[in-house]
């Protein structure tokens, strides 16, 4: 099932070092719950915007790509809503872009650091 699941996660293939890290967590105590969580949503926040970004007043930055698992539907109400909430989309890459694109992710976190 980690194969399964993280396939959906990388743009290619999952990182060998990824899938042990995922299976070494899930055998910790109360690592059990953990998948049990995810198949019910209850590792995601449906109202991310306004109950974990909306509050804060520094700048933020999002990078996203195609996550299979959560939309990005309000994503133009949120940075329309908040002036400090930036967002950039890696094309071609899944739910963790940062993995797929690291050094794009790199040059635009430094950019948005710098300003």
């Given at each position: 099932?980690?194969?399964?699941?993280?396939g959906?996660?990388f743009?290619?293939e999952?990182p060998?070092?990824y899938?042990?890290?995922?299976?070494?967590?899930g055998?910790?105590?109360?690592?059990?719950?953990?998948?049990?969580?995810?198949?019910?949503?209850?590792?995601?926040?449906?109202?991310?915007?306004?109950e974990?970004y909306?509050?804060?007043?520094?700048?933020?930055?999002?990078i996203?790509?195609?996550?299979?698992?959560?939309?990005?539907?309000?994503?133009?109400?949120?940075?329309e809503?908040?002036?400090?909430?930036s967002?950039?989309?890696?094309?071609?890459?899944?739910?963790?872009?940062?993995?797929?694109?690291?050094?794009?992710?790199?040059?635009?976190?430094?950019a948005?650091?710098?300003?």
């Amino acid at each position: 099932s980690l194969n399964f699941f993280l396939g959906q996660t990388f743009s290619g293939e999952t990182p060998p070092e990824y899938i042990e890290y995922a299976y070494l967590t899930g055998h910790q105590i109360g690592g059990h719950f953990a998948p049990l969580y995810f198949v019910g949503g209850q590792l995601f926040t449906p109202a991310a915007h306004t109950e974990l970004y909306a509050p804060l007043t520094l700048p933020i930055l999002a990078i996203y790509g195609d996550d299979p698992n959560v939309g990005f539907d309000n994503l133009p109400a949120a940075l329309e809503s908040s002036p400090n909430l930036s967002a950039i989309r890696f094309d071609n890459t899944r739910a963790l872009p940062h993995w797929d694109e690291v050094d794009r992710t790199i040059t635009e976190m430094t950019a948005f650091w710098a300003e």
